[in-house]
DNA sequence: TTGTAGGCGTTATCAA
DNA sequence: TTGATAACGCCTACAA
């Protein structure tokens, strides 16, 4: 490590006998410059190693060109995958990620940690903390005070926010519609934690598909468990208790229908035969699970690319920061769990 | 959003009715204030939301408070879950995370990245990259000419360079050591992708577990995967046509034991009766695999902390710069995959 | 204990 | 097409 980065935009107007305005015009292109000292400018930069200090160019140009990430659940495959599709459209637009997590999403201070992103003067601010409970308090007050636009991920509409999500409910629904076609009627539900607005949402969208089909929904077809496998497992066992008719069982993430698979077949209920199963997520080990199991695909990546861009626009242009929530649809993957013959 | 962030520590400073100098001073605590003006200025503080601009801070501090992570394969649990550990070990030692993502490791352009986080101003760069084929070839003459201190994960030992990793060779011998002990005594490997210096690595503990045990080892008991699911499937495949005998497999990665266990389950193949089986990462689905998968557990998140920590001793005081590899030890965890009565 | 002034590295304005 | 110079917001000698 050489001690410092000692060189310059000075520096290089020095050694190439011009002003540093005209080496700055050169390096932004911001105005033009002559072909020929363009030219010897540029094989200065290159011999002196010469790299603009953004903390500089973000001081007079008051814009950073850094984005703001607030994010949560990186251990799961979800999250961290539209993590990387956030920063994947942001390196291609020219910003830099500024990363913060939260890991308590229901109840962390929120506040301090906004602050702290415009604190280094962040451009725009991606909030992909899923929504729980009331944790949305604090920016229904204060967002109008936030000096920078906000995109939301994973959140409900609310008067003039701007999200990006996928469509919980449709997922939900086109995984019991599709039970109902295998013919399935029974259908119970394992849900997610119901303070969250993901878990809702799939909830409703099993209810619409089960009432669309005019069969009645009741509490004691509904459990809920925590995401993780242990509770589906544990879900799973109440749930064939409290609903003995049973005969299909929509699992509202694929890591509790693994759960809900082990309890199965210690057992001895056989999937698909005596039970029809669904998840949802698509995590990439749901094809080799026991059965290979049925479930929603959601466009992860693709969440993370859309906020970016979304964030873009509302940066370039605030008049377009106006309620909106742009939704994803998600995609039903068919597998054995599901296919009774 | 308000239009601007307007409220700078001049602002501050004229309301309060003192010197910037003061306002500064009470903000940093670098020279004494008295209390009275200290409360009061604070309170003007609060009353204006004055955010201190970090970028001019950065400037003539010529320090940003700001670590450049440079990361791969966050779809994965292991390396998520290391960032995990890298956030909040940085945000507890006050420093902002820049977050790089690299899609090719293996390829990649490293320069460019580099340049990019310098330019940010970070104060220290942690490589978070797995070491594949050649890809520290730029780091290996480069590096000296890096002004910001670096750390290296999943790496192995290189002249000068500080890196942290988890003992894969370690992990490796354990998993072949504890088939050994259940009475297994013809170990096949399913290996990850062999230009992967941890996949090596692994199969080096491996082979080393067998040669202590008196047995032969042989490229036939051997075959190389990709990390993923079906490639486990695929492999074990050919595993058993090659090997014949065999009676236990190592697996590389939970994933493709995954892959492995759907093969066996089509075949008929029982485990742990007919072949024992240990994986390796503990995925939080290991234990509900079927059966339940014997692995090899890393602290990825420690990893993760203890590279921000290192990282940290490196910007106060350089002169810590001097080739060092720390190693964590795995640890073994134990299911019915492996215990054949 | 507090205030003044200079400078961190860059871009933008205004002249030339 | 180029050059001087004044910001950007903050910190830190140096003075008072």
Redesign the pocket.
């Known amino acids: 490590m050489d001690s410092r980065q ?1 060189v ?3 520096d290089v ?1 020095r050694r190439a ?9 050169v ?2 292109g ?5 072909e ?3 030219v010897r400018v540029l094989a200065i930069v290159e011999e002196l190693g ?4 953004r ?3 973000g ?4 814009s950073s060109k850094t984005l703001g990430v607030v994010a949560a659940g990186l251990e799961y495959y979800g999250p961290s995958s539209t993590l990387v599709g956030i920063e994947q459209q942001a390196s291609e637009m020219g910003y830099t990620l500024i990363l913060s997590l939260i890991h308590a999403p229901e109840t962390e201070d929120v506040e301090s940690i906004v602050a702290n992103l415009l604190t280094h003067q962040v451009d725009g601010i991606i909030w992909a903390i899923p929504q729980i409970g009331r944790n949305r308090l604090w920016w229904e007050r204060a967002y109008r005070h936030v000096p920078a636009p906000v995109v939301f991920l994973n959140t409900k509409l609310y008067p003039a926010l701007v999200g990006v999500d996928i469509d919980n409910r449709c997922g939900g629904r086109k995984a019991t519609e599709h039970l109902l076609e295998m013919g399935y009627r029974r259908i119970g539900l394992i849900a997610g934690p119901l303070d969250w607005w993901a878990a809702q949402q799939r909830r409703d969208g099993w209810q619409d598909a089960l009432r669309d089909a005019g069969f009645a929904v009741d509490d004691r077809h509904v459990v809920e468990g925590d995401w993780k496998p242990g509770s589906g497992e544990r879900a799973l066992a109440n749930l064939m208790e409290q609903y003995t008719e049973m005969d299909a069982v929509f699992v509202s993430n694929d890591q509790m229908a693994l759960g809900a698979m082990r309890w199965a077949r210690d057992q001895h209920v056989h999937i698909p035969q005596d039970l029809g199963m669904v998840g949802y997520d698509d995590l990439p080990e749901a094809e080799f699970f026991y059965p290979p199991l049925t479930t929603v695909r959601q466009q992860v990546i693709e969440v993370g690319k859309l906020a970016v861009r979304e964030l873009a626009r509302l940066i370039i242009d605030p008049e377009e920061n106006t309620e909106r929530l742009i939704l994803l649809e998600p995609e039903l993957v068919v597998r054995a769990s599901s296919q009774r013959r």
């Open positions: 000692v310059t935009i000075t107007a006998g011009v002003s540093v305005s005209t080496v700055s015009n390096l932004t911001n105005r033009p410059v002559a020929a000292t363009r010469f790299r603009p200090n903390l500089a160019r001081l007079v140009n008051r």
